[in-house]
C-alpha cells in the first residue's frame, strides 16, 4: 500500500503532451531533492552529478560551503578529478547567496538560498564543453547518494534521435539518492544525450532485504520526453551503508504516438553481495 501511495504522489510531478517527436532541452537545475537541515543555512554540503553535453563525460560533485571559504570537489567516471575555488558576490536577487566556481579546466555559477534551499549550478562549462549539474543539500537528517551511469536501447528501431550512432556515445543516466535507504524516498534522475537532458523525480522504495552491509531497494519513476512521449523505469539498487559502492541496474520504456523504445540503463560502479 505504501508504494502504491507514494507513487501516485510522485506520479504527479510527470506532465506529458502529445504533439510532434521534436525534442528541446529543458533547463530544470531548480527541481532537486533538496531537504532542509536543522541549521537552516546556506551553509554546509551539496552533492549531485555532471553531465556534458555532446559527449559521455560524467561524474559527481560535492560543494563545500563556510563562512569563510566555498570548494566543489568534481570526480569523473575516467578516473580524472578536479578541484574548484568558489567566490561569493552581491546578490541582487532576493534571499539568494552566489558563488562563482573557477579553475583552470572549467567554470560554472552556483546560486542557493539563505535557508539551505534551491541549490542550482548555471552556465557550467569544463574542458569538454558546456554540460548541466544537477545537486541537492546532504544532512544529518537526509544524507545524498550518488551514482553516475549509462543507458541504451533493446533495440532504437528508427528513432530519430535514440538511434542516432553519433548521439549514442553521449548516453548518460545519472541518478541523486536522498535518505538512508531504509525507508522510502526520492531519487532524482539526470538523463543526458547530445545537446537535450531531462531531470525528474522518481521513488526508492524502502529496503527489501539486508545482506552483511548491502542494502537491497526497488526504484521506479517517469519523465516527459521532449514534446511527445513519456519514458518510464524501473531499477534496483543494492548499496553498501558504509559508503564503499553503490549499484543500479534497470529498464526504461519510451512510449509515444509513435514509438515504443525499451532499453536498459547501469551505474558506473557496482557491488558484489557479501
Known sequence: MMKKLLYLVFAGLVMTSCSTEELTTTDK??????????????LGTYKGTFAAFGSAKRGTVVITITETSATAELKFADGTSTTMTGTSSDSSLSGLKQYAFNAIDGTFNFNVALDG???????VSLTD?????????????????LATGTFG??????????SDENAQNSFIWNAIFSGDGTEAGLVMTQVSF???????????FEAYDKVGLLLYNDLEG??????AGLVSWTGTQMFSVDGACIDLRGNWTLTSPSYEVTGWLKSDDSCNPL
Request: aromatic residues 8%; contains cysteine.
Open 194 to 204: 547530445g545537446e537535450t537532458w531531462f531531470v525528474d523525480n522518481g521513488v526508492i
Open 29 to 42: 537545475g531548480a527541481f532537486n531533492l533538496t531537504v532542509l537541515d536543522n541549521s537552516a543555512t546556506h
Open 117 to 123: 534551499s534551491s541549490p542550482e549550478a548555471s552556465a
Open 222 to 227: 517517469s519523465f516527459p520526453f521532449g514534446d
Open 129 to 145: 564543453g558546456p554540460g548541466s549539474i544537477v545537486l541537492a543539500k546532504d544532512t544529518d537528517a537526509t544524507p545524498v547518494r
Open 153 to 162: 536501447c533493446e533495440d532504437c528501431g528508427d528513432h530519430p534521435v535514440l
